[in-house]
């Protein structure tokens, strides 16, 4: 497989529900979430290389420049209650659930004002006040703690739907198995999301597994599955609007799989020995944003209102940047604070 599979192996609501039938202006809303979505990841990477590496932003961090249609699409259709695990590759599903730029910024930063006190840097932060229960650096581990986020809402009444995002090769691990497994037996409301990039660190999916199609493992559990063209933000808001349906109506669980790619290392400073020829080129010709701008563009939507949605965006993230980097610095002697085994 190349890298062009993204946008080619669109499932059946990327073409009955795709985004020629949304509104002008709920398209142009979407670009606007992308493009904040890609301004706060080329903040970080800035903030995270500059001085040498000894930038404000420190550590291992993975930017999901690229993947932004995927949360854009998704959140929309979460409500308060629901309860959102994504991986280390969450800044952007965070920023989709409402968790502000600024706090974030501070966070990554080590910041006093960072939405963890500057405790979880980029790869743990957690807000469950805005639904979003943390990312996650253990590979699969955001599946079973989804499921017993569901379990606990059956039983508190709550009517919680939970949503865990994950890799595609975090499908292969065990932990994951055992969560759509029981998941599917306890009809419980989980909606898995696997944002199928094709890679997992250096290694592509087809070298890992016997069938890359991943959604068809669905069948196997005994839940719904589908494969959604992973850079339309409107298709993959079709797929997550049937799936929390579903969800809340007792129906069971549903596994997504997001045809989608990351236009970047997997790590900040991955020197991507492993691409492909042409791989990259070709990915950035089906990459959300440019796709939907020159869809836009194509309708005649004026340049001004598709430049505005980056503008505005970008403006926002200086913003929260500049605000976030004057607090001041965590205390490292609270580090261990609210640490509890
Ligand atoms: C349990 C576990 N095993 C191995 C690792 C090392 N590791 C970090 S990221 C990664 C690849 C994961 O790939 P994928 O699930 O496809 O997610 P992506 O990075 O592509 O978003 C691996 C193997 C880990 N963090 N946790």
């Known amino acids: ?26 398209r142009l809303a979407d670009l606007h979430a992308m493009w904040r979505i890609r301004a706060l990841e080329e903040k970080i990477r800035e903030l995270r290389v500059a001085d040498g590496g000894n930038g404000d932003v420190v550590g291992s961090v993975h930017l999901c420049i690229g993947q932004e249609a995927g949360p854009v699409g998704a959140c929309s259709e979460l409500e308060p209650g629901d309860a959102l695990f994504a991986t ?26 960072g939405v963890n006190g500057g405790r979880g840097g980029s790869a743990y932060f957690t807000a469950p006040e805005h639904g979003f229960h943390g990312e996650n650096s253990i590979v699969g581990a955001g599946l079973p703690i989804a499921v017993g986020a569901a379990l606990a809402g059956r039983f508190d009444g709550s009517g919680r739907v939970a949503m865990t995002v994950c890799g595609d090769g975090a499908l292969n691990q065990g932990a994951s198995h055992e969560a759509l497994n029981m998941a599917a037996a306890f009809r419980l409301p989980v909606v898995f999301v696997c944002e199928n990039n094709y890679w997992s660190e250096l290694t592509p999916i087809d070298e890992m597994v016997g069938e890359p199609e991943l959604w068809r493992r669905a069948a196997g559990y005994g839940m719904a599955g589908e494969r959604v063209d992973g850079n339309d933000p409107a ?9 929390v349906q579903r969800a809340r109506s007792g129906e069971g669980p549903t596994l997504l799989e997001l045809m989608t790619q990351r236009l970047v290392g997997h790590y900040i400073g991955d ?5 492909r020829p042409g791989e990259l080129d070709r990915a950035r010709e089906e990459e959300p944003i440019a796709r939907l701008g020159r869809s836009l563009a194509a309708e005649g939507v004026p340049a001004a209102d598709i430049e505005d949605a980056r503008t505005r965006a970008q403006a926002e993230i200086e913003r929260a940047a500049e605000a976030a980097l004057a607090a001041p610095p965590a205390d490292p002697r609270t580090a261990k604070d609210h640490v509890y085994a």
Not at 88 to 113: K, T
Not at 235 to 243: E, G
Not at 271 to 275: A, D, G, H, I
Request: proline letters at 2%.
């Open 235 to 243: 298709a993959v808001r079709a797929a997550v609007r049937a799936a």
């Open 271 to 275: 020197v991507e020995q492993y691409r």
């Open 88 to 113: 280390y590759r969450g800044h952007g599903w965070a920023l989709a659930r409402g968790v502000p730029a600024e706090s974030m910024i501070a966070e990554l930063a080590g910041r006093e004002s």
């Open 1 to 26: 497989m190349d890298g062009t599979h993204a946008g080619t192996d669109a499932g059946t609501h990327a073409e009955a529900s795709g985004g020629a039938r949304d509104g002008t202006g709920r």
